[in-house]
Structure formats: C-alpha cells, structure tokens
C-alpha cells in the first residue's frame, strides 16, 4: 500500500495533529538557547503546507532529550515555541502539559492556530508505545501527519500506535518523503559501481548493516575505529586503538563472506600514544602497542578516493578519524571532498557524526542528500521500512 503525503489532502478547517522531530541541541551554559535549529528548519516547509492549505488548527508533537518519563525544565520544548512563532511569523502556543485539559478549548478559539505540546516523553506512556496514551493524543486532530524521520524507527506512542486512530487519515510529511525517496535509491537497485563508506567506533553497531550491504556494493570502505577490528582478525596488530573482542568475533565472521572480498581497509593510519596527542604516521599495517590509531592516513585516503572516482552510488555512513580534532580530521575531510567532486553520482550522508563531519568540512550542500536521522536510516537500509513508516503505509489495527 503506498504511503499518502501531505500535499495530496484537503486541509479546509481540518485540526492536523503532526509529529515533528524537535529534539534539538540546547546550549549547555543556557539551556534557552538552541545551539543548531536544523532539525527544526527542516519541519517549516511541511508546517507551511499545512497552515497555507487552510487547516483550522495545527498541534506539534515532538520530544527533547531524555527525561526518563518525568518532566524536567530542562528539556522543555519553550524555546522551540519561541523560534517557531519567529520563523513562522505567528504566535506558538505551547502547553504546559501534552494532556493538558485546555488544550481542547485551544482548539475551539480563534486566536492562535499554532499549538505545540510540551514535551511527550514527559510522560513514560510515550516509549512504552501506550495505546490509551496514544488516543487521548489523536483527539487533537482530525488528521494526523508524521515529519519525524529521526524517530520513525522508534515504535512509540507518537510515531507508531496513534495511526490506529486515523484511519486512511494518516499522512507523511515533505522531511519523511525527501528521506524514503533518497534512501530507496541506495535500498532499492542502486547504480553502479556502488560504494559504501563505514566508519565510526563500534562493528557491533553496524554489524546487519555491512552484512545488508555487501552483496551489493561494489567496494565496501572501513574506516574510522570501525577499521581495527577487522585489521586485528588478520592478524594485524593495532596497538592500543578502539577494540573489543566482541568486535574482532563480528569481523573475522564477515571476513569468512564469500563477498568479503569487496571490504577496502587502511594501509597507513595517524596515530598517537593518547587520545588526541601528538600524530604519529606509522606508514605501515601494523601499528606499535602503545599507540592508538586516530585516521586513516594520507595512502588509505589515497586508496579509497581512488575506489570512490567514477562511482554512480555513494553511502557514507561514520567519519574516518576523530575528525572534530583538527590534527585528525584530514581522512574525514578528504573523504567528503572526494564525494564532493563526484558530478555525476548520487551521495547519500546518513548517521550523526559523519551529518556533523560533512557539515563541518563545509560541504553539505555538495552532497545529493543529508539524512536528518542517524540510526533511523541505518535501520531503513537493513529492513527497507521502519516501524513509523510501516504504520503510515499499512495502518495499526
């Protein structure tokens, strides 16, 4: 069953209840300020679709944070109301509580259209997926429309059981559309040569991914912490880098893949004998037991810009290094200039630190896509769908 989006509805007087994905970084020193309102950015256009194709109502659900299911100021959504109702031009209403009583007198005034709940995961009703929790949620709407990508391989409450009160009513927003149409390009029969990058700090993490992927890669590039463990299950000593067993046990199964073959890893690496100290380049496999492995070096990132020249799919999924470390950030940097420089390829970023990585190295905009959720789009790749999107398409009985 395909999934409806937003922009094929009629919206006259309709209150729309939409899931947003609102948990954004707040400044540690000031917890009022938002230190990156991109996840909120990335809501205005389906919010502007939906108040300019004349809903009566609109009502945000979104979390921040971590409360644990207790209401705690500091994950207060107030300062996204308050740059919503700038950037939107008109006052956000947000309710001291998301079962709060006066929320459906709100609906029935004409003063503000714009009512956003405080924080779900205030209440532990929301991760437990709650149904009773997710009806009282849906009477705010007539409609309801989830935008949060981030979220929509979580089976909450939110996300996940309140499509059972929406029968064929339930709606994807443009942020949810962008991502599927991206990631199918990568899930679904991906031009080629096809390479995927890997990198980060745990095999466990990404172990169903690289098995998902290596049938169908045409090189499949390790770097990053992500690397050691597999140069271990060679044999390969690694001094004191990023490695645990478990991890070495996960690699040298894949290593054991008849397609294990297409795995590109590092010849040299930037090393140091503490974590973020002075570089050592140890041109050589095997690095000395007391130093750690911090990037690829200037051959590995030789080797892997050449596997990357002349492909028509990319997925960059982990940094190469400890790249918020200047001295460590050459791999990652490099990685994201070749991507950048690839015309005629579709590039696919997806996964928090190598979102952050690309950003910083200023190259964002080179890429064909940004993914906004992390472990969601990893889960996309592996499975083909999440459970948000799963509810969207088929409904919850």
């Not at 679904?188 to 169903?208: N, Q």
Request: with cysteine.
């Amino acid at each position: 069953m395909a999934i409806q989006y937003i922009d094929s509805v009629d919206l006259t007087d309709k209150n729309v209840v939409a899931r947003f994905d609102f948990n954004v970084p707040l400044d540690k020193n000031d917890p009022t300020k938002i230190t990156d309102t991109t996840r909120i950015d990335n809501a205005l256009e389906t919010i502007k679709t939906i108040l300019d194709n004349g809903a009566n109502k609109l009502v945000l659900i979104s979390h921040l944070g971590r409360p644990k299911g207790t209401v705690k100021k500091e994950f207060s959504l107030e300062p996204v109301a308050t740059y919503l109702a700038d950037k939107l031009g008109e006052d956000v209403v947000l309710s001291e509580s998301c079962l709060d009583r006066g929320i459906k007198t709100l609906l029935t005034l004409n003063e503000s259209r714009v009512i956003l709940l405080e924080n779900v995961r205030f209440h532990p009703e929301e991760t437990k997926n709650d149904r009773e929790f997710a009806r009282k949620l849906s009477e705010y709407g007539d409609i309801y429309v989830n935008d949060a990508f981030g979220t929509a391989h979580r089976k909450h409450s939110s996300t996940y059981e309140i499509n059972a009160f929406f029968k064929r009513r339930a709606y994807a927003g443009k942020l949810i559309k962008r991502e599927l149409e991206a990631l199918d390009k990568v899930v679904g029969k991906p031009a080629t040569p096809f390479v995927a990058i890997v990198g980060g700090a745990k095999v466990s993490d990404k172990i169903k991914v690289i098995e998902k992927l290596l049938p169908n890669v045409t090189h499949l590039l390790i770097g990053g912490a992500m690397a050691y463990p597999f140069l271990k299950a060679q044999g390969i000593e690694v001094g004191t880098s990023l490695c645990s067993d478990e991890d070495v046990a996960l690699a040298t199964r894949i290593l054991k893949e008849k397609t294990s073959h297409k795995i590109v890893l590092p010849v040299d690496h930037l090393a140091s004998t503490e974590f973020g100290g002075e570089p050592i380049e140890v041109t050589v496999k095997n690095l000395p037991e007391d130093v750690m492995g911090l990037d690829i070096g200037p051959k590995s990132l030789e080797i892997f810009s050449e596997k990357l020249r002349g492909a028509k799919t990319v997925l960059w999924n982990g940094p190469m290094g400890l790249f918020e470390n200047e001295v460590y950030s050459k791999g990652t940097f490099g990685i994201a200039k070749v991507l950048a420089e690839l015309n005629d390829a579709f590039t696919l970023v997806g996964g928090g630190d190598s979102v952050s990585a690309v950003n910083k190295s200023g190259l964002a905009d080179k890429m064909s896509h940004v993914s906004t959720g992390g472990g969601a789009s990893l889960e996309y790749i592996e499975n083909a769908t999440l459970p948000g999107i799963h509810a969207l398409r088929f409904g919850i009985e």
